[in-house]
């Protein structure tokens, strides 16, 4: 289902960007430095037409196919370009906002970038119980203030008024540090579930990072 009718374009064949450790989230903002010669083609061809592309995890570095293709993630986050700057040589400096969840079929590799068809992952409908939504707030405004005592120069807010599923997202997008953790709850579909996961990993982290807690993998 497909509830963004202005990616329709995209969604055909959508260009894919693989990152190591690197999740976009809806609604999450994404500066990217692209110097590579096929993702800067990959970035003016989107440019000119609907300005938008996949953010997709590489999960194992290894190639997986002639062209040394690293295996990636199944779910990535799609973004469309808000502002790019273009450098010398072709470079560029984009900011991406994350637009929605898609589940990836990968294309026939066309030289110089992959490519896939995408589908729209649409969440079921349902309600963040205000419980929820009380120990994801308190959870994320306790390990944000966490973090801040130790680094003076990093902010998070959480947005006033957005929805219990978007605030969620953004938790994870700044405050999970695990890539792998970011992933998984990109890929959980249930703003429920999701928030709950949020709060566990958060919770986690404060432990592990806490004098005499164990260091993160």
Do not use: W
């Not at 990636?72 to 370009?81: F, K, N, S, W, Y």
């Amino acid at each position: 289902m497909n509830t963004l009718p202005d990616l329709l374009e995209a969604l055909q064949a959508l260009p894919l960007f693989p990152l190591p450790n690197t999740v976009l989230f809806p609604g999450a903002l994404l500066p990217l430095h692209i110097f590579e010669p096929r993702y800067c083609a990959m970035v003016k061809g989107a440019l000119e037409a609907h300005r938008s592309m996949a953010v997709v995890m590489i999960v194992d570095e290894r190639p997986i196919d002639a062209f040394g293709h690293p295996e990636i993630a199944p779910v990535a986050g799609l973004g469309t370009i808000l502002d790019h700057a273009e450098l010398p040589g072709g470079r560029y400096n984009i900011l991406l906002k994350g637009r929605a969840r898609v589940r990836l079929s990968e294309l026939p590799f066309e030289p110089p970038y992959r490519r896939a068809a995408a589908d729209v992952l649409v969440p079921p409908d349902e309600e963040i119980t205000q419980s929820e939504l009380s120990a994801l707030v308190s959870t994320a405004t306790a390990f944000a203030q966490f973090v801040r005592e130790r680094d003076r120069e990093f902010e998070f807010r959480l947005p006033r008024d957005a929805k219990p599923a978007l605030l969620a997202d953004l938790c994870a997008h700044h405050l999970v540090l695990d890539a792998r953790e970011r992933q998984a709850i990109l890929e959980t579909l249930s703003p429920r579930a999701r928030a709950r996961r949020v709060v566990e990993a958060l919770a986690m982290q404060r432990h592990t990072l806490a004098p005499g807690g164990r260091e993160l993998n």
